[in-house]
Structures are given as structure tokens and as C-alpha cells.
């Protein structure tokens, strides 16, 4: 009986030692493939935040698109006192011209002569006074500045040059009835409004369209997805029933 019971420890024993093993094995495998499975981890995740739909195949951050910096804090509200005090500004000067009728040349005239007046009598009345008038500062534009302004025009003008003979040029059907479509529209939009009021309006929507898609971005890009589906149907639609019954000439049939 005795004999049993040690016999029976010792088979205990034995499996326990057996079990510590293939724990101690197991947990050593776990710490040696700590770095393949934060990679596997890695890599799920920027797959899986690849599927998800951005607004306009979006891969930056709403700021990053906005081109960072002050700018970007200015229209995205970082800095609310600045971005209040330039809208404010806008919508003095749309005031101003639009509403109460002030024309451009007569306020730059009128801002010049109460300026030189009030420069004009201080200089004159210094003596009397006894206080310098303020020193007026010489204003040169840097050429380099100059410079760097008008390389920056010319490569947008270039760009935009590029762009517009891409979209003449019949490769991209798409594209060219989506620019012909954005043009009947602003051309709509320029019959209803000025364009001083057009500009606010475009100034307005800088200032409100982008912090609103930043912070409901999940909610707009779903429905975008939607939107985006249900376009590419209709324009399939489109396309199987007029577009591709429409004689190509010999020209498009050379570019394409």
C-alpha cells in the first residue's frame, strides 16, 4: 500500500515537472516572437485603415491637407481669437463694400489722406508740442521674396495649364464632365452674386466646411462612400446606354 501511494507521487511529480516544461517552452516562444507580433499587429492596422473610405481618396489628416502650419490652425479654429478676429475682418470688409456700397479706390484714397494729414500736422506742430512725430519707415520689397512669390505663381499657372490640356485632350471622360459640370455651376453661382460676394462666400465656407468635416469626418465619409457607390452606378448606366454608343473620332482613338 505504501509502495503504491510513493509510486502514485511519483507519477505526480513527473507530470507536473511535464507540464512546467511545456510552460516555460510555450512562454519562451510567446517572449521570442514579441516583435513579429507587434509587426503582424502593425501591419493589420494600416491595412485595415487603408480600407477605410476617406472624402477624396484623403490620406493626411484634415490640417495636413489644409497645409499646416498657421494657416491651417486659422481655418481649423485652433487658435479661436485669431480665427474670429480674420473672419471678422472679411465680413467688415464685405460689409463695407457690399452693403453700405464703399468702393474700393475711395476707401484706399480716403485711408492715404487722413494718414498723410495726420503725419503732415504732427511733423509741422512737433515744436509746439514737444513730442517727435513717429519716425516713418522705408519700405523696400526684398527680391527674394519677390522672387519666390512669382516662381511659386508660375508653377501654379504651369499646373494648372497641364491640367486644363490633360482634360481637353479626351483621355479622361470622367474628369472632363466632372470640370464641365464645377464650371456651369460656378458660372450659375457668378449670375447670382458678385464677385466679392462669391469670394465671402468661399471665405465663409474655409472657415466652417473644414472644422465641421473634421470633427463628424466618420459620419460625412460613410455617406460619401454612399454617394460615391450610387454615382459610379448611374454612371455606369450612363455609359453603357449613350457614351458607348457615341462615334470616337480619329484623334481620340490616337490618344487613347
Known sequence: MADHASDHEKHESGAESLIDKITE???????????????????????????IYRLFGREKPVHKVLGGG?????????????SAGVLGVATAIWV?????????????????ILGLAILFLWSNAASFINK??????????PEDIVLGVASALRTDLNRGFAIIRDIASGR?????????????????????FN?????????????????????????VDALAEKAEAEFKKQYHVFDVKVLSKIPKGALMKKLA
Request: charged content about 20%; overall charge neutral.
Open 25 to 51: 517552452k510555450f512562454h519562451g516562444s510567446d517572449s521570442s516572437s514579441d516583435s513579429d507580433g507587434e509587426n503582424d499587429l502593425k501591419s493589420a492596422a494600416a491595412s485595415v485603415k487603408s480600407k
Open 96 to 112: 463695407l463694400f457690399e452693403l453700405l456700397e464703399y468702393h474700393l479706390l475711395t476707401l484706399v484714397c480716403h485711408i492715404l
Open 70 to 82: 498657421k494657416p491651417a490652425d486659422i481655418f481649423l479654429w485652433r487658435d479661436k481669437k485669431v
Open 132 to 141: 517727435s512725430p513717429p519716425k516713418i519707415p522705408q519700405v523696400v520689397l
Open 172 to 192: 479622361d471622360l470622367k474628369k472632363f464632365l466632372a470640370v464641365i459640370a464645377g464650371l456651369w455651376v460656378l458660372s450659375i453661382l457668378g449670375s447670382c
Open 195 to 219: 464677385f466679392l460676394t462669391l469670394f465671402y462666400i468661399c471665405f465663409v465656407t474655409l472657415f466652417t466646411v473644414p472644422v465641421l468635416y473634421e470633427k463628424y469626418e466618420d459620419q
